[in-house]
């Protein structure tokens, strides 16, 4: 499949080289743009005994292997990171500790509970995102670490409410630049995906809309963005998540957009279909049944091979896997 924007060897991953990501060929036959890995989900909901659920996690490499921050809701139900380590990206150590974050604001330390982290490798550190729990509200939580042991928690970024906190993998044009999806205090029936700037990753504003809910049905209730952004030679890729109002309650599915390299809060293409919907037992059936959820992309620059992590009805973690330029290609020719 070649890609409408330019000819694929023309169409440049700007990253590294991962030849190691997990990785399975599309089946024989298999038209989807998207696949599932036909061994998901990788990870239980239960990788260890205190977990009730293992979803919603982000995974990136680390000294030539991964590692992640992972969201274990408890047999309590609280929502706690963990932190996680792999050889190949599918059979997880997952620390049934839960991640003690180092904090200089006793404030702003104080743990209450979070979820639905992400987790980017920006300049010299590994920076994790998570929706954080503040005054008894939803904001974006922050930290970073550089041996996935100690973490140093900073400000939070935003003001509650808000969710889906997203960094991008490199200043743009000398700032720090985060997509969420501001919301309230509930179950958001609502939202937009917005950026927002920052000079030293402590205080946000220069606030712009970037996509709104509601191009198709799929998304038509709200949407939110989902791995850290791919940058290409064409815009930066995102996939994101958009939520349907069915008459049984909401149905979670996923796609991607391109956004502009120097402008990201300019759509360059957004489409109508979504790339994946809640169709297998793990994502139909769970604790939050019909959702799958991607937080985490791993991309090997070279061939444009990308694996994605995504939770399952609120229960467990699968993969799923596509090609950039193909994502691209089909991109233009569904885009709204």
Aim: proline letters at 9%; charged letters at 20%; one cysteine or more.
């Amino acid at each position: 499949m070649s890609s409408p924007f330019l000819a694929p060897s023309q169409v440049k991953v700007v990253g590294d080289a991962l030849p190691n990501i997990p990785w399975q060929d599309r089946p024989a036959g298999d038209p989807s743009v998207v696949w599932r890995y036909t061994h998901n989900p990788v990870i239980p909901r239960n990788p260890f005994p205190e977990s009730n659920s293992a979803f919603n996690s982000a995974v990136v490499t680390f000294k030539g292997k991964f590692a992640g921050v992972f969201r274990c809701d408890h047999t309590d139900r609280n929502q706690e990171l963990h932190v996680g380590f792999s050889d190949d990206g599918l059979k997880w150590n997952i620390n049934p500790q839960k991640i003690k974050f180092i904090g200089a604001d006793p404030d702003i330390a104080k743990w209450v509970l979070g979820y639905d982290p992400r987790v980017v490798w920006l300049e010299d550190r590994y920076y994790i995102t998570w929706c954080n729990a503040y005054a008894g509200t939803p904001t974006i939580g922050v930290a970073w670490t550089k041996d996935f042991e100690t973490f140093h928690q900073i400000e939070n970024a935003f003001l509650p409410f808000n969710r889906n906190g997203v960094l991008f993998p490199r200043k743009i044009n000398g700032k720090y630049l985060m997509l969420s999806r501001p919301s309230d205090n509930g179950h958001t029936p609502f939202g937009d995906i917005f950026v927002s700037a920052s000079p030293d990753m402590t205080y946000w504003g220069c606030h712009r809309h970037v996509m709104g809910r509601g191009i198709s049905q799929w998304q038509g209730l709200k949407i939110g963005a989902g791995p850290i952004p791919i940058e290409t030679s064409e815009g930066w890729l995102m996939f994101y998540h958009g939520v349907l109002q069915s008459c049984n309650g909401y149905v979670y599915s996923w796609s991607a957009a391109l956004l502009d390299l120097e402008k990201p809060w300019k759509v360059i293409a957004a489409p109508r279909p979504y790339l994946m919907s809640p169709q297998t037992p793990y994502e139909c059936m769970g604790d939050v049944p019909n959702v799958t959820f991607p937080c985490a992309a791993l991309v090997d620059a070279p061939s444009g091979r990308c694996a994605i992590y995504y939770g399952c009805a609120d229960t467990v973690t699968s993969l799923a896997f596509c090609r950039v330029d193909e994502v691209l290609t089909w991109l233009k020719a569904n885009k709204a």
